[in-house]
């Protein structure tokens, strides 16, 4: 037995030392301006032949991406409420480590109550949730309604844009994100606009709304109609919904081309079609997955999933006013 295993187990070896000979690691941590560590935030690396690989900092700011194919990387590190870091020129050599630390900067506001680091921390930890199983509306399927915390990644996803679309989103990290949409009282757009404040979903039959604060209300059609020929809701397009079991698949076409994907500063085109999938599993909790076919910007559909908790029965969705007389923007800060 011994010798018919030698073989496989100098194979084995083998190819353990070949694996260590062609792979390398990115390691580090991420800390605040004062050194205070960064939890969840989103890491993500790309090389030169457009292979791409995320990660999550832990609560303490660590970060460690392993088995990465040697050669030349890109990262780029977001989170809510601070500046976005990106560095080029990382050379990842075969079973070695490189270290990374990166420090996110506060954004100009200088921790301005409301838009420092703080109120981004609050919205994406978890809640308590109320138990027991989802409720129904009169025909049996699963009823949303209700007032949810802001939606929070579970997958990111791993978008390959094209090469315009990927150089506009590091001009875009490259300039602190000073064109954001919403720093021009603009909307964020269907994947920004749920991410940052509560919602309110409200449905029947034949439609379903969702409000938000300081944002275009979204309305979801269920009577079965067809996409007109123009949106008039280009910054949040025109949505039908249809039921799969107990999932509602949503269908939405008719953008424009203003709105950003995420805080990375991912762009799309007017020929984006968003297609959403939402589950409610039990009373606590719902699901969306996003799936963003948009050839003019990526070379393949992108899939995001989120998630999020039903809010306390006490919570409403307040009023958020972009103030017309916003003098701050044109001092805002780029490179």
């Known amino acids: 037995m011994r ?18 000979g062609t792979q390398g690691t990115i390691s580090g941590s991420v800390t605040d301006q004062d ?39 890109r990262i780029a590190i977001a989170s809510p409420g601070l500046q976005p870091f990106s560095k080029d020129k990382i050379a990842v050599q075969p079973g070695q480590t490189v270290r990374l630390d990166a420090r996110l900067a506060d954004f100009p506001s200088l921790g301005s109550v409301g838009e420092d680091r703080t109120f981004y921390a609050e919205i994406f930890e978890s809640h308590k949730t109320p138990t027991g199983p989802a409720p129904r509306t009169p025909g049996g399927q699963p009823d949303f309604s209700g007032v949810w915390h802001p939606l929070r990644d579970v997958d990111p996803g791993k978008p390959q844009p094209l090469p315009w679309a990927e150089e506009l989103s590091k001009q875009r990290l490259a300039n602190n994100l000073k064109d954001l949409p919403s720093s021009f009282c603009l909307p964020s757009g269907i994947l920004a606009a749920p991410a940052l404040l509560p919602f309110r979903i409200m449905q029947n039959s034949t439609l379903l709304a969702i409000l938000y604060e300081g944002e275009l209300p979204r309305q979801i059609y269920l009577d079965g109609r067809k996409h ?25 076409v008719g953008f424009n081309d203003k709105t950003w994907l995420d805080a990375l500063g991912h762009p799309h085109t007017d020929k984006m079609h968003v297609i959403e999938r939402f589950r409610r599993k039990d009373l606590g909790h719902l699901e969306v997955e996003f799936t963003i076919d948009d050839p003019g910007a990526y070379k393949t559909p992108w899939i995001i999933k989120k ?29």
């Open 3 to 20: 010798l018919r295993n030698y073989p496989a187990f100098l194979l084995l070896s083998a190819l353990t030392v070949f694996g260590q």
């Open 35 to 73: 050194g205070a560590a960064v939890a969840n935030a989103q890491v993500e690396v790309k090389n030169e032949a457009g292979a791409q690989f995320q990660a999550k900092t832990s609560a303490s700011g660590g970060y460690t991406l392993s088995q990465l194919p040697v050669g030349t990387y």
């Open 228 to 252: 007109p020929e123009e949106s008039l809701s280009p910054f949040v397009g025109h949505s039908v919904g249809k039921w799969d079991g107990d999932t509602l698949v949503v269908d939405t």
């Open 307 to 335: 998630a999020t908790e039903l809010a306390d029965p006490s919570d409403e969705v307040g009023q958020y006013v972009c103030t017309e007389n916003n003098r701050d923007v044109p001092h805002l800060v780029g490179k």
